[in-house]
């Protein structure tokens, strides 16, 4: 990878058409390690509509040779990519976690997750891209194909700053799309790091590249570029919402993935154990920072106070630190940004009536931007912390009377991504498969797992009512089309 090297920080550059550029504005941002203060990862480039004018243009060249080729033959470029990350992945990790805080296990997780991401697309190439249908005219040959969308724009959130640029770009390329990437710059230089496995794996020149910088500036200029046909979107309401009306006004293709309120319910027949391990481990880790992150729980009156108990009692072990040092089992909250808010969500939380059960504060404060695991209790479920995602490591307790009265407490929320219910009655189970309005429904399970190749996304204000990942991958990233032969 091109990078240049001025006082020991190391400046990652743009990907052009085959080649690591600098921005023509000449201008960098620093990316901040959040567990270390001051400790910084490295430079990105703050880019200029130029540049993604460049980029976009690459890509549309790109895109014409690109899509001849056999699926097979797209595919080849995906398996040599997965091998390159593969042999990076402790690299690869160290850059996430020194970027956004995650423990380095839970890195390698994610990017080892992002090597099955693309091994499982790249056998896609193979696969088949329509139906045949019978005509009402028995001497017609009516079948569908599929084409692709065209120059796809890639926008990222940086809190799993591998596994979501690949399993958008992933099904992007294999379908023949060419890609722009812009990621979040809190996480462009572990992007960075992601391209450069893709540069190194072959992939024609303009078939992908990535462009850092401002969201507001080079997501609007994405968004509004003639030669993008379609955007895919990973990050916060506010922005997916502005992002889909300009999307909508130039009549591109546009998918949304967005937050989420995340309920799990603890019915009174559940297995307590798992209850507490499973709300732990899809509330807490990742310092909570993920959309399918549990943050509501629900608990029959008959068993509350006993999970109650061993949650805080559980909750108490819990180490927070340097997600680098082994030992830790929650890092840093990504950014200071990201500290204050969840800070200011704590406070709130005090000050509209909820029982702080355990945590709530600030710790390690001359070392990172850390906060302890944080428990609450709450008798209303209007407060601002049962309603409002936290993107931190609060839970809320809740106590309910009936399954009844939990469902309508979980589905009481303007987001619908996942949703788990702890339980051993299969009435039970029934009644939340048809009630709950997730598109991720877990049942002894806890909320925040994810299968690449089952269908992602969400309900509600939670998405675009599309879905990512697996087969499901497909409708996005390619148009149908509808062949009639005679
Ligand atoms: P964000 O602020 O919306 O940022 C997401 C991406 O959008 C970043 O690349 C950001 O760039 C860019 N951006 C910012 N302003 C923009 C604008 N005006 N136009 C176009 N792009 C713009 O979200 P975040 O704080 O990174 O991520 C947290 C959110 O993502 C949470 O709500 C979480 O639930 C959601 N999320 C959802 C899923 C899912 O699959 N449903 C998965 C992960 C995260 P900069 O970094 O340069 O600002």
Redesign the pocket.
Known sequence: MNTTTESKTTTFLNYINGEWVASDTGQTEVSKNPAIKGEVVGSYQLSSSNDFNDAATSARIAQKAWRKLAGSVRGDYLLKAASILEERIDDIAATMTREMGKTFAEAKGETARGVAILRYYAGEGMRSVGDVIPSTDSEALLFTTRVPVGVVGV??????PVA?PLWKMAPALIYGNTVVI???????ITCAKVINCLHDAGFPAGVINMV?????????E??NHREIDAIT????????K??AHSAVTRGIKYQ?????KNPVIVASDADLDLAVDATISGGLKSTG?????TSRVIVQKEVYDRFKEKLLEKVAEITVGDGLESGTWMGPCASEG?LNTVLSYIEKGKEEGATLLFGGNRVLENKGYYVEPTVFESTSPDLTIVRE?I?GPVLALLKVDTLEEALELANDSEYG?SASIFTTNIGNMLSFINEMDAGLMRINAESAGVELQAP???MKQ??SHSR?QGRAAIEFFTSIKTVFIK
């Open positions: 926008i990222t959130p940086w809190n799993f979501i812009k990621p979040a710059s809190e996480t462009a850092t910088g401002s969201g507001a500036k080079i997501g609007t994405m968004v979107f990973t990050g916060s309401n506010t922005v997916g502005q992002l949304l993935e967005m937050g989420g920072q993920k959309c399918t992150a990201q995602e993107f991504l992602f996304g969400g939670s998405s990512e």
